[in-house]
């Protein structure tokens, strides 16, 4: 409700979008945020000084996959019991703007578990790092503070200047919601989501290649603290 206000009294002039785009925005946003927030990294950094990671190297299933399916699980339930049920009600309080067409809400989803994907990869990556660092908070708040700024989940990246957006365009962050609510509200082209599509997808490809060269130079030469 104060985003909305406050983005309301901002665009009252229709100043770089229409105001009911800008609450598509935040309510969009909003439920995509719930579907790729994760606190692993931080458990990670806690499991590495106490000793217990060791139990991920001694199990038969992927550590990566034992991730990504944790983070869904998590975020699965969170979505049906808090982030759906808000977004039921702020489209009953406000005019959202919704998919014009069946590929423009293909795409979105698409999009969207993509940006899910990519999240998953970053956060292990972050994770991960706390073998060398030993701690993950800080690392943490770096990530989140690159997907607030180049991801455009705060300040959308149509009102960033356009040197910045460009940067944030070789970045992954802009894939975990942003392209997904652009192609939502329909502000890019057919073309351009299938673009971003193929982006994200490379992404995460990259990703989980880093990921995988990351995990075998650790399984080579671990230290941990309690054992």
Known sequence: MIQVGLWSALLSNGVGTTVPDMISFVVINSFLMSMTRTSFANELG??????????????????????????????????????????????????LTVPHTVFQGLMF???????????????????????????????????????????????????FPEFLARVSEYLPFRYVTYEAIQCFLGRVTQTEMIRSTIIAATWVVVLDCTGRLMWRSISKKITVNGG
């Not at 038969?60 to 983070?71: H, K």
């Not at 975020?75 to 702020?90: G, K, Q």
């Not at 994770?127 to 993950?136: D, I, K, M, N, S």
Request: hydrophobic share 60%.
């Open 46 to 95: 806690a499991s590495i000084r106490d000793g217990s990671v060791i139990i991920h190297f001694l199990r038969p299933a992927s550590y990566n996959l034992v991730v990504l399916f944790s983070m869904l699980g998590q975020n699965v339930y969170h979505a049906l019991t808090v982030a759906i049920p808000t977004t039921i009600l702020a489209a009953c309080l406000f005019t």
């Open 109 to 159: 989803f698409v999009l969207m578990l993509m940006g899910v994907l990519i999240m998953c990869k970053l956060v292990y990556l972050t994770g991960l790092l706390a073998f060398w660092t030993q701690a993950t908070w800080y690392l943490s708040w770096y990530l989140e503070a690159f997907l607030v700024f180049f991801g455009g989940t705060m300040v959308p990246l149509w009102f």
